[in-house]
């Protein structure tokens, strides 16, 4: 089992930043891909970004590349998510994901956490 905790979420304005942590815990997943995505209400959820525990990697959503940044503590167990020049369409749940799939894909995802609330006011 992995246990995921996401923090950080709250209320900023438009072009401003935030930075959510998810803490995991349990089972050893070096070969998972981190993930986030987010869910505004009345909307599916949708891919943010994703980072291999090994090597790094990332992958963005185009609606988020260039204000995002996905890092990762190996080490430490943490995933952290730089959010930068946030705008009102920003505004969503985000979830932290563990699974096989580093593009986004809703069913590789095995692990969620609990998600946070982010919103942007304008």
């Known amino acids: ?3 995921l905790v996401e923090s950080g979420g709250g209320l900023v304005q438009a072009g401003g930043s935030l930075r ?5 815990s349990g089972r050893t997943f070096s070969n998972y891909a981190m993930n986030w995505f987010r869910q505004a209400p009345g909307k599916e959820r949708e891919f943010v970004a994703a980072i291999r525990w090994i090597g ?3 992958n963005y959503a185009d609606s988020v590349k260039g204000r995002f ?4 503590d190996y080490a430490k167990k943490m995933v952290y998510l730089q959010m930068n020049s946030l705008k009102p369409e920003d505004t969503a749940v985000y979830y932290c994901a563990a699974g096989t799939s580093l593009i986004g894909v809703l ?3 095995e692990y969620w956490g609990q998600g946070t609330q982010v919103t942007v006011s304008s």
């Open 1 to 3: 089992q992995v246990q």
């Open 20 to 24: 959510l942590s998810c803490a995991a």
């Open 56 to 58: 790094g990697t990332t």
């Open 69 to 72: 940044t996905l890092s990762r």
């Open 107 to 109: 069913s590789k995802q």
